[in-house]
């Protein structure tokens, strides 16, 4: 099978680890893309032309694609060329029938071999390019988690993220070089790390802490707010209205707190929400809450609608929980790729007009909520309403348009 690209990967054993068919490809090869660290693994009787990615190695790549290839490439990858390595960028760029791909055992793979650790039942995080807060949303009383760092810094701070968040007891492992004659593992608590790894390194955590689930409604002392927050029982079944689904994109106007972007974006690995906030102080706090429940890097915080809702990316669901006036409605409406869904919340008079009028004019269905807790009452108890709610959810038919 020939390509316009030929994907490497390799290990920390380097040139040694490979297969026979993979040393015979670089040894046939005109150039070679890599790292510093990699192209130094591949011997000095190679007689390919050796080229450096330039940093931002987005744009090197770019250059590339946009060339005339004279000649097939060869590109040097760490680890399985198509787990979280530069494999699946090249398709991108190229196209999946110009790239093919030798592949070679990926770190994770590696540690679980290491571990005895059953690979299909493990999760596995990537903290190459997202924050450690990231980690947040996946710690749970008993998940394998595997982790990815940046560098060597990475494995103390995930340990302090776990100890800062009740998951200091967890068996905490860090193996370093995999496959390389380097090699080293490293293991302890969390809360008790103190060890000094590689650079290449991949962190397991086997977690003992409290039980978090990912169903929506979390508690309101959940989230850091000033009084502008969808409550539990309401966020619930917003969320759940919302139908939160991979690779989408929320638009959560009026933000508040961000509670309701930020349990959507806890039900997906891959969407994405836009937050539209007038207000500077609840703007803090909305960032401040995705990065205590790690979704940070997937959170797109912006101004005040409508205003802020022009340049936003396309969404394919919209929440309006704050700020409803016809004006924000239209542009939603009109932005709302076809197929996606509306869920406005009202609970003044003028808001409920908006909602019953939006009903009339695109249809779906008008829902009212009423909540009362129990709550003490002198020395007795007795049931006390909150304001009720009235929601609108909508779907975007493909004959419907724009407003």
């Known amino acids: 099978m020939t390509a316009d690209v030929v994907v490497v990967g390799i290990g920390a054993g380097g040139w040694r680890s490979l297969s026979p068919a993979a040393q015979s490809e670089l040894s046939e090869a005109v150039v070679i893309y890599g790292s510093a660290r990699q192209l130094d693994l591949v011997p000095d009787d190679v007689g390919a032309t050796r080229v450096r990615w330039r940093s931002p190695m987005s744009e090197h790549l770019a250059e590339l694609g946009e060339s005339d290839l004279d000649s097939t490439v060869h590109v040097l990858a760490s680890g399985d060329p198509m787990f979280h390595g530069i494999g699946a960028s090249l398709v991108r760029v190229f196209g999946a029938a110009r790239v093919r791909v030798i592949a070679h055992p990926s770190s994770a793979t590696l540690a679980a071999a290491r571990l005895g650790w059953d690979l299909a039942r493990t999760r596995i995080v990537s903290l190459v390019t997202a924050p450690v807060d990231a980690l947040a949303a996946h710690l749970t009383d008993g998940a394998a988690l595997l982790i990815l760092s940046r560098d060597a810094t990475t494995p103390a701070d995930v340990a302090d993220l776990l100890a800062n968040n009740g998951f200091g007891a967890s068996p905490f492992t860090v193996l370093s070089d995999l496959g390389a004659d380097s090699e080293r593992v490293q293991a302890g608590r969390a809360d008790t790390w103190t060890g000094a790894p590689s650079a290449l390194n991949i962190i397991a955590v086997d977690c003992v802490g409290p039980v978090r689930s990912r169903a929506p409604g979390l508690a309101d002392e959940d989230f850091t707010h000033r009084g502008q927050i969808t409550k539990r029982p309401m966020r619930a079944l917003t969320v759940s209205a919302l ?121 779906g269905e008008l829902l009212r909520v009423s909540v009362e807790r129990a709550s003490p009452l002198g020395g007795s108890t007795a049931w006390r309403p909150a304001l009720p709610v009235v929601q609108w959810t909508a779907v975007k038919t493909e004959t419907e348009g724009t407003a």
């Open 243 to 363: 139908r939160p689904a991979e690779e989408q994109v929320l638009w959560d106007v009026g933000a508040g707190a961000g509670s309701v972007g930020i349990e959507w974006l806890r039900l997906t690995a891959s969407g994405r929400v836009v937050a539209f906030e007038s207000d500077a102080e609840r703007s803090a706090d909305v960032l401040e809450n995705a990065r205590t429940h790690g979704v940070v890097d997937r959170l797109d915080l912006r101004g005040a609608a409508p205003d802020a809702l022009s340049d936003a990316p396309a969404p394919d669901a919209v929440f309006i929980g704050g700020g409803m006036t016809p004006e924000v409605l239209e542009i939603a409406w009109n932005a709302l790729a076809s197929g996606g869904r509306m869920v406005a919340n009202a609970v003044t008079l003028e808001t409920e007009r908006l909602v019953v009028d939006a009903a009339d004019r695109w249809g």
